[in-house]
């Protein structure tokens, strides 16, 4: 149901978006990725002088797109405002808080369903994902230098996975916990080990996470498909960050050219050290 209302709000919200985005054509939506401050100092030091703001623009790469459906989907702001407010950043915030309200609300449902009584593994998860959205709001402004902020548009995709897809499917091992958790806990310079080694932190914290959820219930009467339902979190990680890789790859071939076809030669896995 809160899936429903949260592809529901998105439809009308990128539809809104791109019938106004089709009045007022924002000056970005002729381009793949929106202008960053590192391109503007770049272009600075090559010149001497600071560039205007068509001849930089004309230096990323062109939107080609002609498909409504795929505009609609993907979107024509990079950062719209409402009021005086960065939409873009006001969905990931929304987002977060609701992530930490079904986290919160999971560890009410099984400390009901548990006898008043919350195991440490529902503890430890709690904690867990509870520091990982303080982290990321503490240092907000470290949010404004990644992928989303300067490649993706404010569409339908974005939308839905600001209040769909992050608050209800980054926690779904905690549904897990909060049905079947036991009262124990289940007993049993980064940049030269790989390229894009935070992509590995990223996955192996995924891992951390689903790892609870799994370990409670393998091994015993429970079906095997519950058991795998924690491993979606991590693996929508893993092949998300494998294509980004790709696209991030190419931007720094092109930028940095030569230098970096040795970097790589220095440090040829791309993720995981000795793997990819």
Known sequence: ????????????????????????????????????????????????????????????????????????????????????????????????VMLQLNILSMAVLHYQNNGGIIANVVKVYVFMFTWFILEYSFFENVHLYTYDLFAEKVGFKLIFGCLGFYPYLYCIGGIVLATYAPHAFPENGFWGISRHVNYLGEIVQGIALALPGFLVLYGTTTPSWICMIPWIYPLYYTLLFIQREREDNALCKSKYGKSWDEYCLQVPYRIIPYVY
């Open 1 to 96: 149901m809160c899936w429903f209302w949260a592809a529901f709000l998105g439809i009308g919200l990128a539809l809104t978006a791109n019938v106004e985005a089709r009045k007022s054509p924002p000056i970005d939506s002729k381009f793949q990725r929106c202008l960053t401050r590192d391109q503007v100092t770049q272009e600075r030091q090559k010149s001497g002088e600071l560039l205007k703001l068509e001849k930089l623009l004309h230096k990323l790469p062109p939107n080609s797109n002609k498909i409504w459906l795929v505009e609609f989907y993907n979107g024509s702001h990079f950062n719209p405002n409402i009021f005086g407010v960065d939409a873009k950043m006001a969905l990931y915030c929304v987002g977060a």
